[in-house]
């Protein structure tokens, strides 16, 4: 069994940046990839970025390229967004997400909550 548990949600101004964690257990090993998702109130869950669990590959949003990064560590089976530049559309509920294979997240967290005031 996986547990993703996130943190690092809260309210930032418009302009200003947070970061979010993942912390992952149970299976890891079998992970090919994690990733990070938004929902916003009454909008559909988007994809924000992704990373490879096993070499260096990562990918955007083009929302969000050049002002978010994901990155891993994978001694602490922790995944992170970086996120700089905030504006007030990033506010949403973001989650991490882990896959096995190469199409399909098999393991979600509860989410965290990003607010941006502008």
């Known amino acids: 069994q996986v547990q993703l548990v996130e943190s690092g949600g809260g309210l930032v101004e418009a302009g200003g940046s947070l970061r979010l964690s993942c912390a992952a257990s149970g299976r890891t090993f079998n992970f090919n990839r994690m990733g990070w998702f938004r929902q916003a109130p009454g909008k559909e869950r988007e994809f924000v970025a992704s990373i490879s669990w096993i070499v260096d590959s990562t990918g955007y949003a083009g929302s969000v390229k050049g002002r978010f990064t994901i990155s891993r560590d994978r001694a602490k089976n922790t995944l992170y967004l970086q996120m700089n530049s905030l504006k007030p559309e990033d506010a949403a509920v973001y989650f991490c997400?882990?896959?096995?294979?190469?199409?399909?997240?098999?393991?979600w967290g509860q989410g965290t909550q990003v607010t941006v005031s502008s």
């Open positions: 997400a882990a896959r096995m294979g190469f199409t399909t997240y098999d393991y």
